[in-house]
Nanobody
Framework: QVQLVESGGGLVQPGGSLRLSCAAS????????MYWVRQAPGKGLERVSG????????YYTDSVKGRFTISRDNAKNTLYLQMNSLKPADTALYYC??????????WGQGTQVTVSS
């Protein structure tokens, strides 16, 4: 069965860095666009970043451009999100999600990122 397992979240001071990972299994990882989606406390879901199958095309929401970098290793079936210059506004539960037919059909359980001094 399809599984997405995120890791790498934690508590970090403003200006710090974290690297999130999403281990995928149960499907042909290299065949799907993958996204990072976050949900801040009391807010809705926000699409943060996405990457195409061959890593040649990426998407970033405006608030993270220049600070976050998405990547994938299709040989390891793993999606990454390098987050630098973190801000308190980045505090959220971060999910990885698979895109299929214009919708996110599978989600991980999420990893918490808290940016606070």
């Amino acid at each position: 069965q399809v599984q997405l397992v995120e890791s790498g979240g934690g508590l970090v001071q403003p200006g710090g860095s974290l690297r999130l990972s999403c281990a995928a299994s149960g499907f042909t990882f290299s065949s799907y666009w993958m996204y990072w989606v976050r949900q801040a406390p009391g807010k809705g879901l926000e699409r943060v970043s996405g990457i195409n199958t061959g890593s040649g095309s990426t998407y970033y929401t405006d608030s993270v451009k220049g600070r976050f970098t998405i990547s994938r290793d299709n040989a390891k079936n793993t999606l990454y999100l390098q987050m630098n210059s973190l801000k308190p506004a980045d505090t959220a539960l971060y999910y990885c999600a698979r895109l299929s037919d214009s919708s996110y059909d599978y989600w991980g359980q999420g990893t918490q990122v808290t940016v606070s001094s």
